[in-house]
């Protein structure tokens, strides 16, 4: 029996995990893969706006292409300076050098067999491929072609104070590219991320984003719950009133922040208006151009979007309570506070949990609004850490870094989404497990 009983069990357990798989893949695939994917980048200095870096490199390659784009070129002009008379002898000791090491070069098997073909297509203008254009090579070799190129570049510089030939600046912006021939490896390791978290800004951010994360969730959860205690009970008008309620929510992010930002306009804004006829700020452009009202001035556009949200979902939960155990109470003589306190909200958990779960990871991650809205401003006032990787990876095109950032925000996504389910889903993940 304890055998059969044994079998079962395991079977039963290879069917839950072959049911469970697809979604574990799925999850693997859309949520993982791209975290993962994001932390290889972090580790390199990958920057778009640099020809050198603008690909992952473990390894040191050699640049064809811009070797034979210059090469012939700076040999030709050093021929017509010493034709010319102008430091004949230090020039062809150069001359001399950059044949030694054109020798060493195509001496190289690596090399060898490419070095042909892409002079050709330069000299018939053909278009040349990564492939052909760059070439790994061993380091050995590549710091001996970088410390060539360097001696090549200083002489030349030397040279040209000294004489002021006809042609230095152009063989100096020939002997400059070919020294630019070697692309070093750009691993870096974790050094984006000792940057970044030695850097106030990234602080800043952070701060800015917690501070808007805390503050908005909690007047949405307050005005929520407020909302959807009223629209569960019966009335006339009621699903008209609920369709209504939904419609800030319904209006896509984009466009609300539009909207807002006409509202809050330091000319013609009906809210920037009458605010400053409350009192509430000194003049109409105070919201948006100070730094405290503007990060007032999202939140409050952030709390009229996404409070129906929280209305709805906490909606979901109000409806599955039972109406029997308000009528008991009442029979008990309880008060509306007393159901409220020992009924709703104890049941009302759950729901609270997912409503405050969900809510505060879109929360932490918000950027459309802002964006639209401040742009992160003024002076970085109301930039959080998704505007501020945005920033650094699109604007500044530094992907290696930019990826890093991504990373640091997937590492507080799951330390908020873990801190939730210990301290709030505790006891309902031990009803549920029958403990």
């Known amino acids: 029996m304890p055998k059969k009983r044994k079998q079962k069990k395991s079977s039963e357990k290879i069917k839950a995990y072959a049911l469970v798989a697809p979604a574990l893949i799925l999850i693997a695939a859309i949520a993982i893969w791209p975290v993962i994917q994001s932390f290889y980048f ?51 000791k150069l001359k001399t050098n950059l044949q030694a090491l054109d020798k060493k070069i195509q001496a190289d098997p690596d090399i060898k067999d490419k070095y042909k073909t892409v002079n050709e297509k330069l000299m018939n203008f053909e278009q040349i491929d990564s492939s052909l254009a760059f070439i790994k090579i061993d380091r050995k070799l590549a710091k001996q072609i970088q410390a060539s190129t360097d001696q090549i570049h200083n002489a030349l510089k030397s040279i040209s104070a000294a004489t002021k030939p006809d042609q230095s600046k152009k063989l100096l912006g020939l002997s400059s590219a070919l020294n630019q021939v070697i692309v070093k490896p750009n691993f870096i390791g974790l050094a984006h991320y000792k940057d970044d978290l030695s850097q106030k800004r990234m602080w800043k951010a952070l701060g800015n984003t917690f501070t808007f994360t805390v503050i908005s969730v909690a007047i949405e959860l307050i005005l929520g719950l407020a909302i959807a205690l009223v629209i569960n009970k019966a009335f006339i ?31 013609n804004g009906v809210v920037a208006k009458i605010f400053e006829k ?5 003049h109409m452009s105070s919201l948006l151009t100070t730094q405290t009202g503007a990060f007032v001035s999202v939140i409050l556009s952030d709390v009229w979007k996404t409070t129906p949200y929280m209305a709805l979902l906490l909606l979901a939960g109000l409806q599955v309570i039972p ?44 950027f459309d609004l802002i964006w639209v809205l401040t742009g992160g401003g003024p002076a970085n006032s109301t930039e959080t850490i ?5 920033k650094v990876m699109f604007s500044q095109t530094n992907f290696g870094n930019g990826s890093a950032l991504a990373v640091i925000v997937f590492i507080c996504v799951a330390i908020i989404s873990m801190i939730y389910i210990k301290f709030l889903g505790k006891d309902l993940l031990q009803d549920s497990s029958g403990k």
């Open 42 to 92: 972090s580790l390199f200095d990958l920057k778009l706006n640099s020809p050198t870096k603008s690909e992952t490199h473990l390894s040191y390659s050699f640049n064809l292409k811009d070797y034979l784009d210059n090469y012939p070129f700076l040999i030709s002009g050093i021929d017509a300076e010493i034709r010319q008379g102008h430091a004949a002898d230090d020039l062809n």
């Open 323 to 366: 109406s029997s155990l308000y009528e008991a109470a009442s029979i008990d003589g309880a008060s509306k506070w007393k159901q409220f306190t020992n009924i709703t909200l104890p049941l009302l958990k759950s729901s609270m949990l997912v409503a405050l779960l969900f809510r505060t990871l879109d929360a932490f991650r918000v």
């Open 386 to 390: 998704s505007i501020f990787a945005y």
């Open 237 to 267: 008008g009621r699903g008209l009133i609920r369709a209504s309620i939904l419609i800030p929510w319904a209006i896509p992010t984009a466009v609300s922040a539009l909207i807002w930002k006409f509202l809050y306009d330091g000319q």
């Open 278 to 282: 409350v009192g509430l700020v000194d």
